[in-house]
């Protein structure tokens, strides 16, 4: 088999390894202990977490499997700053402008995952290493499975992670519950009572995970080809077993299937985004047809719950598009952050150079109608740290007037999965804040300390045996 070894290199799991190890080594933890499938794999991710460390971790002895298991590869946002090639402070600058350049897949015949197929009756995911992350799954979940169809109509593709339940040797329970395009493909599928055709791709770079969490783009462009433009050349594809399905030729395991129609099965608990047990599904069910996978192949995990490998590629996505979307019509808008203790989802918080009384309120209502996860949106000045909570709440709580400044938007679309979304209509009511201080009329000053004053200081307090 001929591969171009530098493309496939620079775009798939192996090759982002390869650039951790290289360049940042203290960024990955080899374990080479025995782990057990059962809770090991994704607590010692929240175990790092606690102790302020988000490396790659590399399972490499795992209890009854031959397979690795790879794990946390979008913890840290040093490491996606690499793979776009610039540094942390510019990721979210960077990942907006570049996922707008869109570039046309290249698709070439042969690829590392050919080398074994399993099919028929031969078909056993119980064989695949995959972990039971918390307490309260209902089973263990395949985490970082990337699904890839077509619209029944148009036959553009797309591709997103959807929680897999393991169910029996070729049966996963799905939640299409994020409700776009996945969510959208089975439903036209359903309407002509077809079941849809799915190829799951495991062992990916964080470059398609970060381009496959973009939703706001036109209808005919591929996630393929916004991937694409994240490594900033053409994605490498090869045509799989289903329908005439393109998957990449970097990853490790592909699994061939399809979505049936009309049939629900119960799916969950499963430890989500949020941080909590959740008990809501959309209670689809994948059947596995066909295997194929490098003779190596190394099992892909993300952590689940609220850790970073779940959640820090959403905050910078929800903040690369809610700046896109912002930036249309309000210049004077700076940035955009979505911390990852609102589960990378539920709160933006959006830093302008207020012009005009009424522009946080157009930016709330921009921002608002850009996610519909976002539920709550606060719109500071330009002199406040969005990425410093502290100063966040210092301005709410020192230039918010409840009264004229909070205003509240009932009965929206909120997310399935949030706790506060009503259990049957999903809706919920969302919240503007502004805490901008009035255009145009005097304001309490805000107290500083000059630059050369703290120079001057730290210089004291050096030579007192202060270390700062
Ligand atoms: C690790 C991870 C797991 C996810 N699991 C699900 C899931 O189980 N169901 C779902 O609907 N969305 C899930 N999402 C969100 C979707 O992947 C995301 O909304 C994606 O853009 C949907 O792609 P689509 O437009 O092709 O449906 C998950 C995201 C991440 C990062």
């Given amino acids: 088999m001929s591969h171009d070894l530098t493309n496939l290199d620079r775009q798939s799991l192996r090759g982002f390894l390869q650039l951790v190890e290289r360049e940042f080594p203290d960024e990955i933890l080899r374990i080479r202990e025995p782990v057990r499938t059962h809770l090991d794999i994704t607590s010692i991710v929240f175990e790092l977490e606690r102790a302020g460390k988000s490396p790659v971790v590399v399972y490499e002895n795992v209890e009854g499997s031959s397979m690795p298991i790879v794990t946390n590869i979008a913890g840290n946002r040093k490491l996606l700053a690499a793979c776009l090639g610039v540094c942390v402070a510019d990721l979210p600058t960077a990942f907006r402008e570049r996922c707008q350049r869109f570039i046309p897949c290249e698709t070439v015949s042969s690829a590392p995952w050919q080398e074994l197929t399993i099919e028929g009756d031969d078909v056993d995911l119980t064989a ?32 997103g992670f959807h929680r897999l339940m393991l169910k029996g040797k070729n049966r996963l329970g799905v939640s299409l519950h994020s409700r ?7 439903r036209r599928a359903e309407e002509r009572g077809q079941s849809l055709p799915v190829a799951v791709t495991l062992g990916i770079h964080p470059l398609h995970y970060m381009g496959s969490m973009v939703y706001a783009y036109p209808p005919q462009v591929r996630k393929y080809e916004i991937i694409g433009g994240l490594f900033g050349e053409p994605y490498l594809l090869a045509r799989c077993g289903v329908q005439d399905l393109e998957v990449p030729v970097g990853a490790e395991i592909i699994i061939e299937g399809e979505i049936l129609p009309h049939v629900k099965e119960p799916e969950g608990p499963f430890s989500e985004f949020t941080g909590y047990a959740s008990y809501r599904s959309t209670q689809n069910v994948f059947i596995a047809h066909r295997i194929r996978m490098r003779r190596d192949a190394i099992y892909h995990s993300v952590a689940s719950g609220m850790s970073k490998d779940h959640i820090l590629i959403s905050c910078v996505t929800r903040e690369g598009e809610i700046l896109n979307s912002l930036k249309r019509n309000l210049p004077n808008v700076i940035s955009v952050h979505v911390p990852h203790t609102t589960c990378g989802a539920f709160m933006a918080f959006i830093k302008m150079k207020k012009t005009a009384q009424g522009e946080p309120q157009q930016a709330i209502l921009a921002a608002l109608g850009t996610e519909f996860y976002t539920k709550h949106v606060v719109v500071v000045d330009e002199d406040i740290d969005i990425f410093d909570l502290n100063d966040v709440m210092w301005a709410v709580a020192t230039r918010v007037r409840p009264e004229t400044d ?15 979304s009503d259990p049957e209509t999903f809706t919920l009511t969302k919240m503007g804040i502004d805490a901008t201080r009035p255009q145009g009329k005097d304001f309490a000053e805000r107290l500083i300390i000059s630059e050369e004053q703290r120079r001057r200081t730290r210089e004291i307090l050096r030579k007192s045996g202060v270390a700062l």
């Avoid at 929206?412 to 999965?417: E, M, N, P, T, Y």
């Fill in 128 to 159: 695949l290493p995959i972990p039971l992350h918390f307490a309260i799954d209902a089973a263990p979940y395949i985490t970082a499975g990337q699904l890839a169809a077509r619209d029944p109509i148009t036959g553009v593709d797309t591709t």
């Fill in 180 to 186: 776009r395009r996945m969510w959208e493909f089975h």
């Fill in 406 to 420: 909070i205003f509240f938007i009932p009965g929206c679309k909120g997310a399935i999965l949030d706790p506060t």
